[in-house]
């Protein structure tokens, strides 16, 4: 027999160490080495990732080979109870100590095939390899198995108590019922953002932020962080896909719709040619009201552009590209528009003259800074690079303590900015621009609000989404 073990057998991408049922090692092959090798064995296969473990029917698991180094490595052993299935009458108890990446095991003794057999059902990715080579099972009675699947061997124990079998994921277009892919061997603790890139490698033109993921085709889109394991599907999961159409980065997105206006605003200030007609080119207004809001349209404009870069933190890195030409229109004609109407040479100052201009002022600063502050402290509520979502509590910060009455204040200062420049410009076209803000932050503010009710338990009952006591 010891004859036969050393010819040299090479397992396709590992390195094998095999343990004899007497306890001696060998490196690499199949040839029994002596017990004195055994220490520099155990150090190869530790660092290399590759173990072999062998029971026999006569002797029962090698002490030396599994319970020493099971007590080394301070590593619990496999419990019989994770293997299921049947096993043969006097099946000897065994033992699978985890170490790191690939283990072979191997069985000699009268009930070693049998044995083999139930460990390939039990274990993804095992193969009997010894079945190829048959002549060395039926002279030695040893089989081999091979455990190929790129696991750590030391959380296989848990994955297989806790987070029980393989999963297979089979993606389905949303529209058409098309099958797209089917996707074996998912891990059961995979997260849709993981499922989406093996997905993207069967289909590149479909990369991750242009993926909808759902478990029903009209439903929601499941979130990036959600685990297969927790989600109401079987071993065999459906899921159905959506192109949500080409991306852009939210940065690009706000760094457009921002800039555009604040370039805009300033062409009709200046009075550039073709605008109010050649005796008007590059004239200035005589009116205070008018320079002081052109600083403060352009000074709320910076100010978002700033945040964009150095304090907003998005939960979605991305949004459709067709979404800039509709947030463009938006900002960059309103900004046309209010702009035509404050600087045209005819336009008249407010009513109520500087007392007006004052009182809309000092709303418009105090809204600015408000604003400023909700969104700084919303960001130290978040992590850099994370998703995490905490209630957001008032600061030592005064402007902080709306909070204590709408979950969204960042919107009722925006609001409120918007409210000031109206009031200081007389203007119609600010009007409507703020009425049409308002009624997109408030449908905005109560999905927010919703949320947060959704979501935390514990959140303050008093909060109302937008608007304090009433809305």
């Not at 009675?141 to 079998?165: D, I, K, M, N, Y």
């Not at 200030?269 to 009116?287: L, M, N, W």
């Not at 003259?353 to 969104?375: D, E, R, T, Y």
């Not at 109206?422 to 308002?438: D, E, H």
Request: charged share 15%; aromatic share 12%.
């Amino acid at each position: 027999m010891q004859e036969a073990l050393r010819q040299p057998l090479s397992l396709p991408g590992h390195l094998c160490v095999v343990s004899g049922g007497d306890g001696s090692f060998s490196l690499g092959t199949l040839s029994v080495l002596g017990p004195r090798e055994l220490e520099a064995c155990e150090e190869r296969a530790q660092s290399l990732g590759s173990l072999v473990v062998t029971c026999s029917a006569e002797s029962g698991p090698s002490k030396t080979s599994v319970l020493e180094l099971e007590h080394r490595e301070g590593r619990g052993c496999l419990p019989d109870d994770h293997i299921p299935g049947p096993l043969p009458p006097f099946f000897p108890r065994w033992h699978l100590t985890p170490l790191f990446g690939a283990v072979v095991v191997v069985w000699r003794g009268l009930w070693a095939q049998a044995g083999a057999s139930a460990l390939a059902a039990a274990l993804p990715g095992c193969v009997p390899w010894a079945r190829a080579p048959s002549f060395l099972s039926c002279i030695t009675g040893v089989t081999v198995l091979s455990l190929q699947a790129p696991v750590r061997l030391g959380e296989l124990g848990r994955r297989r108590s806790q987070h029980g079998p393989w999963h297979e994921v089979e993606i389905l277009d949303a529209k058409t019922r098309e099958k797209l892919c089917f996707l074996d061997k998912v891990e059961p603790h995979a997260t849709i953002a993981e499922i989406k890139n093996l997905f993207t490698k069967t289909h590149p033109q479909w990369y991750p932020a242009r993926q909808s993921l759902r478990l029903d085709p009209k439903g929601k889109s499941l979130k990036d962080e959600d685990v297969l394991q927790k989600l109401p599907v079987g071993t065999t999961a459906t899921l159905y896909f959506r192109d949500l159409g080409a991306q852009i980065s939210w940065v690009t997105v706000f760094l457009t719709e921002y800039a555009g206006p604040l370039f805009i605003y300033l062409l009709f200030y200046f009075r550039v040619p073709f605008i109010y007609g050649h005796k008007y080119d590059f004239t200035s207004s005589r009116h205070t009201v008018v320079h002081l809001a052109c600083i403060c349209h352009s000074f709320h404009y910076i100010k978002r552009l700033l945040e964009t870069l150095f304090v907003h933190r998005f939960s979605h890195g991305t949004m459709p590209l067709r979404n800039i030409f509709k947030n463009c229109t938006y900002y960059w004609g309103f900004a046309a528009w209010m702009a035509y109407y404050i600087n045209h040479p005819l336009y008249t100052p407010p009513t109520y003259g500087a007392q007006q201009v004052k009182l809309a002022l000092a709303i418009f600063v105090i809204c600015q800074l408000g604003n400023f502050s909700i969104h700084m402290a919303l960001r130290d509520l978040r992590p850099a690079g994370s998703k995490t979502r905490k209630i957001p509590y008032p600061t030592k910060n005064p402007f902080t303590w709306l909070f204590l009455l709408v979950s969204c204040p960042n919107y009722t200062y925006e609001v409120g900015s918007w409210i000031g420049f109206a009031i200081m410009t007389q203007c119609l076209p600010v009007a409507l621009f703020s009425l049409v803000g308002f009624t997109q932050m408030t449908i905005w503010a109560k999905g927010k609000h919703r949320s947060y009710l959704k979501e935390f338990r514990d959140y303050p009952p008093l909060r109302m989404p937008i608007i304090p006591f009433l809305l």
